[in-house]
């Protein structure tokens, strides 16, 4: 059975930092695309970043460039989401997903058919 899930969650002040894992069973990541995304209390669902299949190249959202990081373990089967300089405007439930020979750009929610069940990110002092 495949599936994701997600840990590293929790609450940090401003600044701070935090590693999501996004850990994978029943399958292995190699050829699927992998994103995360988060969803705040009344906003959409939006991308945060992604490797694309294939050629792995990344890609982050405008408002995380600079202070997130995507990278992918392979032996672990397990991809990380390294979040630093932290700000309130962060906190969100986040999702890792993947997605089988998605190779193009991969920050849209509606190209993922397999998804985890969430962490929680809260940064407040």
């Known amino acids: 059975q495949l599936q994701l899930v997600e840990s590293g969650g929790g609450l940090v002040q401003p600044g701070g930092s935090l590693r999501l894992s996004c850990a994978a069973s029943?399958?292995?990541?190699?050829?699927?695309?992998i994103g995360w995304f988060r969803q705040a209390p009344g906003k959409e669902r939006e991308g945060v970043s992604c490797i694309r299949s294939g050629d792995g190249r990344k890609y982050y959202a405008d408002s995380v460039k600079g202070r997130f990081a995507i990278s992918r373990d392979n032996a672990k089967n397990t991809v990380y989401l390294e979040m630093n300089s932290l700000k309130p405007e962060d906190t969100a439930v986040y999702y890792c997903?993947?997605?089988?020979?998605?190779?193009?750009?991969?920050?849209?929610?509606?190209?993922?058919?397999?998804w985890g069940q969430g962490t929680q990110v809260t940064v407040s002092s």
């Open positions: 997903a993947a997605e089988p020979l998605l190779f193009r750009l991969c920050l849209l929610s509606t190209d993922y058919d397999y």
């Open positions: 029943g399958f292995t990541l190699n050829n699927h695309a």
